[in-house]
């Protein structure tokens, strides 16, 4: 295995407050990675980085070979890194068809409808409700559809920000269902989770993020799940 | 007869100038430069017929090129702001542009009288159609054919895949960008083609009235044009051609008996149009 996406101490900043202190991962091609951490940080920062969505400060991303920090957002989609926002962002007066065929918006070749219909097989759900607007669907359905959206770009590379937040227990367990045969099929994804028990059972490799650095890497394993679950949701400082 | 032709071509140009705002709406951005640009289109066209004795039709082009020059270049840097700060960009650069016209004087002789734009006097004698012997009701249905292809042209647009595109990025802009929409040139490219449809309209109005001053571009009329589209709904352009027919044919000029208490009423049934039909008076799903 080799890295597909190599982040090094990237630093990302809302003015004067840095969300991102320094952080360097490391994504193994064909791996499911993901990082915990609790709330604020920085975990949706770094996803929206990576997507290009907001630009760094420093450092800088490397995904298959090439630096793609500071460019633009279609050019990383264009190069095969395709985010699934958190809190799922769909397209809510848009029909769940029309969502789809958005997320190959980048894409001019012939095999658009091809993919749709594997969707559609994959997600029998938004066959049933292709005409409908996506702004009328349950979250789970909702989080379903900005999946199958993210697909239609053909990625090699999946970025998924809290795929179960808000999500019912049943519905979470089958997005993480969703993610294990995604990872079958060959899509390396990146995971950003806060329900570290679900995530650990699907992860390779994990990351630790506190207050802007990674603080913990290592295999579901190393460290004892009470620990990983303690710290992602509150982290390690003591007060 | 000539009141109700002269109504619908004021309702033509309205509805132009609305759909010109709608484009932009689309995107999620709110524009009160329209009136710049439908006063660029005025001044560049009126100048073009009177002062160089062009044909209507070039220089409605290049009164149309115009105004999607001048939003082409307003649309880089005032995109790069969203919403009250946009409206205040774009504000601020309707009145400049209208202060412009205020003290803008480019008079040539022709015959006893000098013609061309005057300050704050204003650009008189626009008068293209009276000298070619244009009747009211040529210049009405010459006014309808630039509706008519302008707003089948959205319409079909609306459809396609770049009008989903436009739409996408009004919903969630964060959304596009995860898709791999360019987002600056997807709102420049909407803000050109309104800029042009303002432009078109522009030159249109300046023709039919003859007589154009910089308070014809004023906030109010800016206001207009957003409020169409609004007032009409976004799902479709006919809720624009809605929009205007229900202010300026009902509103403006079925309640003019009311007098002063005109304005009043005016601004209540807006007020309960738009608390009615929050969607616009036009939409094609149900809330």
Known sequence: MSAMLEVRDLVTAYGKIEALRGVSLEVQ???ITCLLGPNGAGKTTLMMTIAGILRPRAGSVRFAGREIARRPPHEIVGAGVALVPENRLVFPGMSVRENLYAGAYLRRDGEIEADLERLFERFP??????????????GGEQQ?????RSLMSRPKLLLMDEPSLGLAPLVVEEIFRIVADLHRDGT????????????????????????GRITFSGDPGSLAEDEVIRRAYLGSARR | MDFYFGLIQLIGVH????????????????SLAQAAFYAIGAYVSGMLTVLAEWHIVPALAVGGLAGAAAACAVGFPALRVKGLMLVIATLAFGEGVRIFFFNFDYQIAKGDIKVGPLGGEGFRQIRFFPENGWTTFDVMLFIWLFVVLVMALLWWFDRSRYGAVLRAVGEDEVAAQSVGVNLTAVKVSAMTVGGAIAGIAGCLYAHYTTHIEHASFNVLVATFAIAYPIVGGLQSVFGTLAA????????????????????LLFGALIVL????RPQGLFWRRGA
Do not use: C, K, P
Not at chain 1, 188 to 201: C, D, G, S
Not at chain 2, 15 to 30: E, F, K, N, P, W
């Open chain 1, 29 to 31: 091609a064909g791996s």
């Open chain 1, 125 to 138: 759900r938004l066959r049933e409700r292709a005409g409908q607007d996506a702004g009328t669907l349950s």
């Open chain 1, 144 to 148: 379903m559809l900005a999946v199958a």
């Open chain 1, 188 to 211: 390396t994804i990146f995971l950003v989770e806060q329900n570290a028990h679900m995530a650990l059972r699907v992860a390779h490799h994990f990351y630790l993020i506190e207050q």
């Open chain 2, 15 to 30: 509805t132009l100038l609305g759909l010109s705002a709608y484009i932009v709406l689309l995107t999620g951005q709110v």
């Open chain 2, 244 to 263: 205007v027919v229900f202010v300026q044919g009902f509103l403006v000029e079925g309640l003019r008996e009311l007098g002063d208490w005109r304005n």
């Open chain 2, 273 to 276: 149009a738009m608390n009615l």
